[in-house]
């Protein structure tokens, strides 16, 4: 569902003059490219973007030293 809603927020944005100008005559090819260079930079969708910025966000615990794991 969130995927579908990216989609149409970029197809109207693309496809609207007053943002992109002459651009937006042309707005399949600009979201079709879009949606490559999502693909490429997102591998585990959108979903995952907010997976990676919480865990950018979150300090990852360290292991205690000197603790003994056996």
């Known amino acids: 569902m969130i995927g579908t809603v990216t989609f149409v927020l ?4 693309l496809s609207t003059h007053a943002i992109v100008g002459n651009l937006a005559d042309h707005w399949q090819i600009t979201l079709g490219m879009s949606i490559i260079v999502l ?3 997102l591998p585990r969708g959108v979903m995952g973007l907010g997976d990676q910025l919480l865990r950018k ?5 360290r292991p205690a030293q000197g ?3 056996g």
């Open 10 to 13: 970029l197809k109207e944005l």
């Open 39 to 41: 693909v490429a930079l």
């Open 57 to 61: 966000k979150t300090p990852r615990a």
């Open 67 to 69: 603790a003994d794991h």
